[in-house]
T-cell receptor, first 112, second 115 residues
Framework: QQQVKQSPQSLIVQKGGIPIINCAYE??????FPWYQQFPGKGPALLIA?????SEKKEGRFTISFNKSAKQFSLHIMDSQPGDSATYFC???????????FGGGTRLMVKP | DTGVSQDPRHKITKRGQNVTFRCDPI?????LYWYRQTLGQGPEFLTY????????KSRLLSDRFSAERPKGSFSTLEIQRTEQGDSAMYLC?????????????FGPGTRLTVL
């Protein structure tokens, strides 16, 4: 059962564009929402994370927007670069279970 | 390089054989996690350890899967009687364990192919 739904599955933008990746969850016990970036042949690496008591968090060119009532959150990448081309995963952490539940991933390509 | 290492990086085996993967976490990290990632999907949690104690194993995919962390340092994941459906990337992650929200640092994974 996929508890975190992620869209789109793939995304192509031009350099400088602002790709937006969306995620939705059902389980209200989730209380921490990280985003991971994965390059081919590598493990996922943490990009940015948010807790549901804030609506937005920004770190460098990456911004998370969080809508607790809608149980949705999204990642925005400002001024995207070809080096941002990777697969991005949203995730949700259930403190009671001590495990991360990942979305299905979004393969991003940033064209020069 | 996150400091989490996994060995081997690739494993090809025939159906029915047993395989064992090793994970060496960041040395001061108390928590160690195993995930499985199939092609085009996000990682799927399998099990985790707090030091040598396996605190969650209900998500292991079947009784053919088992994991150990005997001295609270490295861990092994064993799959017995492999099936073609076991073909996937097996990821290990570690975290300090001082707080539930500690970042999990992932290793590069072991890619398993079952023929």
């Amino acid at each position: 059962q996929q508890q975190v739904k992620q869209s789109p599955q793939s995304l192509i933008v031009q350099k400088g564009g602002i790709p937006i990746i969306n995620c939705a969850y059902e389980n209200t016990a989730f209380d921490y929402f990280p985003w991971y970036q994965q390059f081919p042949g590598k493990g996922p690496a943490l990009l940015i994370a948010i807790r549901p008591d804030v609506s937005e968090k920004k770190e460098g060119r990456f911004t998370i927007s969080f809508n607790k009532s809608a149980k949705q959150f999204s990642l925005h990448i400002m001024d995207s670069q070809p080096g941002d081309s990777a697969t991005y995963f949203c995730a949700a952490f259930n403190n009671a279970g001590n495990m991360l539940t990942f979305g299905g991933g979004t393969r991003l390509m940033v064209k020069p | 390089d996150t400091g989490v290492s996994q060995d081997p990086r690739h494993k090809i085996t025939k159906r029915g054989q047993n395989v064992t993967f090793r994970c060496d976490p960041i040395s001061e990290h108390n928590r160690l996690y195993w995930y499985r990632q199939t092609l085009g999907q996000g990682p799927e949690f399998l099990t985790y350890f707090q030091n040598e104690a396996q605190l969650e194993k209900s998500r292991l995919l079947s009784d053919r899967f088992s994991a150990e962390r005997p001295k609270g340092s490295f861990s092994t994941l064993e799959i017995q009687r492999t099936e073609q459906g076991d073909s996937a990337m097996y990821l290990c992650a570690s975290s300090p364990g001082t707080h539930s929200y500690n970042e999990q640092f992932f290793g590069p994974g072991t890619r398993l192919t079952v023929l």
